[in-house]
């Protein structure tokens, strides 16, 4: 009812993320994230976080539907069960929303892989490097985190929120 209502509306769809499980929650997870997919929308799985990382199942639904679409990406330029031929950045924002997957599922080694993946395909996208930062932050390699998150900033010195926050990550080396 409120799809045919409100079809710009996400909030339903992010309720019922929450609500589904096992084929219905896997049909409206797609439905919700492959247009931003497509779109290219970095807080995707930060959005979505909520809603997933606390079910297993729900995170093992993510997973298969992120490494199949990567996977169909490469071999045919096209998003799983689709016919059209995506625009390379939809393969970079999966690699990135994969990379972000596994930032909250802990497995550092493999975030690490699909962002540098990431970074190889499009090495200008500040979001890789604030992403990459927190990941050596997190892994506790402070110096490395400061490093890459300088070099966010300087990518986009316009974005007054990375040069705002940008001192948190910045070490001191006298």
């Known amino acids: 009812m409120y799809e045919e209502k409100l079809p710009k509306s996400t909030a339903h769809q992010r309720i019922l993320l929450s609500l589904l499980s096992g084929d219905r929650f896997k049909t409206k997870v797609w439905q919700f994230s492959k247009p931003l997919f497509v779109k290219g929308a970095p807080a995707l799985i930060v959005d979505m976080k909520a809603d997933i990382y606390n079910n297993t199942e729900k995170t093992a639904i993510l997973e298969e539907l992120l490494l199949s679409n990567i996977a169909s990406m490469e071999a045919t330029m096209t998003l799983v069960g689709e016919e059209e ?3 390379p950045t939809v393969h970079l924002w999966l690699l990135f929303f994969t990379a972000q997957h596994f930032y909250f599922k802990r497995d550092f080694a493999r975030s690490f892989k699909y ?3 990431a970074i190889e395909h499009t090495p200008t996208v500040v979001d890789l490097y604030v992403l990459k930062a927190k990941l050596y932050k997190r892994a506790g390699d402070l110096k490395k985190a400061s490093a890459l998150y300088e070099e966010a900033r300087k990518l986009d ?3 007054r929120y ?4 940008s001192s948190r990550y910045l070490i001191r080396i006298d």
């Open 85 to 87: 031929e995506q625009d």
């Open 115 to 117: 962002l540098d993946a």
């Open 157 to 159: 010195l316009a974005d």
């Open 162 to 165: 990375l040069n705002a926050v």
